[in-house]
């Protein structure tokens, strides 16, 4: 097999998650008839290949983890939701009239925020929105977006670009997952391969894949408490708290040095 | 990326799925705590991939399709579940006190049906089943397993294994699925590009992934009824009735030549 064509994979499979929850738009249909259910697919660089149900992209918020609501309840100001998918929680932000603008690198994605009655959204990385005039009091990275941060390398250029972007007293509330409880040998194997190369055991190296398409390869990063706090020293964060009630995922709140 | 190593790919995934609904034996889970849907993925040779959830093979009869239902009251004599997996079907006869068989070529798949307490299993391919003794009156290909009748080269030597393992008078109940009614060009597209290769339409080349697994290729075949009266012409077999009640999806009874 020759491999898959890059393309805007998110995009693909939330346009295909909102077609089939709202019928809104062509659903992906088994025999051109019976709705199938939109299925993510990650690859991980050795080998493993995963599936996930892509609804929670275009969940409301009656069926939200109950991290995803204490999240919400902590946002002030200006938020700017990072990697805003769909919308499914600048738009519940939008509801309760905060000011909130979705960020997505996906086209595809943004475009159905905004069908779903997004206002203020960006299609860009956050280091290229760094270089606007806007301020924000709150970062909100939800949906294991603290992942975003990958690793050693690149965490302290992604929070460089969001306090290049803070008002004075701005925070992230950032949603992680400890990977290290697992005794599976595969999980356990890989995480210990990327501790050999100086990497974080659960720094993932992921793509994704939906239909005909596949991202490029990147890495995102599953990583404990004290591995956040590693990564935030010689940053213009410090963390201010962490809410672990559904472990093994958590909340983080950083705040920037005054 | 290498090839992913071959393994029993079907047998790992139902394993998982039992484990996931039963609570017995290890589940997948996210961060070594959340339990995870387990998702089968499938890969087309025209670079498709989609996923699909495995609970559905493990799934009690309230949750089945009609069609299965009907196909279980058509069932007579001593039935041969053939692609049983891990025993959905052959489980519900052998409940009704019905002589039935479970045959899959999946150990993993089988040694799951035994666990849940299928008594009369074998682990092969029908052609190498063939040479048993034992007689059956009813085959039973249920979950789209006319598909396993591949094409115009497997089906004829399918369906004669199938003939040298029937009492006279004895029946197929398959379950099939049309798949011309879509109108996704990526579907169509592949429709036109098999048939130029002298294939039919929905004749798919198809692997399995689960985890770190594949499986090798192979063919499945999703036909119309038409195409399907085609492949019994010249086998032992006669189509007797079709049920299409369940439209794209239908139930197709084939009857020995006496």
Excluded at 19 to 44: C, F, K, N, Q
Excluded at 49 to 66: F, L, M, S, T
Excluded at 222 to 243: A, N, Y
Aim: glycine content about 10%.
């Amino acid at each position: 097999m020759e491999q898959p064509p890059i393309g805007d994979v998110f995009g693909e499979l939330v346009r295909d998650a909102y077609a089939v929850r709202s019928g809104i738009g062509p659903r992906p249909l088994a025999g051109g008839r019976v709705p199938r259910p939109v299925i993510e697919i990650i690859e991980r660089d050795d080998g493993l290949i995963n599936g996930a149900p892509a609804d929670q992209y275009v969940a409301e918020p009656d069926e939200w983890q109950p991290h995803d609501h204490r999240a919400l309840r902590m946002c002030r100001g200006a938020v700017l939701d990072i990697g805003c998918g769909a919308g499914r929680t600048a738009l519940e932000l939008q509801r309760r009239s905060m000011a909130v603008t979705g960020l997505d690198i996906s086209p595809g994605a943004i475009e159905i925020a905004r069908k779903r009655g997004l206002r203020d959204t960006v299609i860009a990385p956050v280091d290229q929105y760094a270089r606007t005039t806007t301020r924000y009091d709150t970062f909100l990275l939800l949906g294991n977006n603290l992942g975003l941060l990958e690793g050693r390398d690149r965490a302290p250029v992604f929070l460089a670009a969001l306090a290049a972007l803070a008002r004075p007293g701005a925070r992230i509330i950032a949603q992680g997952t400890d990977p290290y409880g697992t005794t599976d040998p595969v999980h356990v194997g890989y995480h210990e391969r990327n501790r050999e190369r100086g990497r974080f055991g659960g720094q993932l190296r992921l793509r994704l894949r939906y239909r005909l398409h596949a991202t490029t390869w990147f890495d995102y990063l599953f990583c404990s408490v004290e591995e956040l706090e590693e990564l935030l020293q010689g940053t213009p964060w410090r963390l201010k708290s962490i809410d672990r009630q559904d472990h093994p995922y958590y909340l983080a709140v950083m705040e920037l040095h005054t």
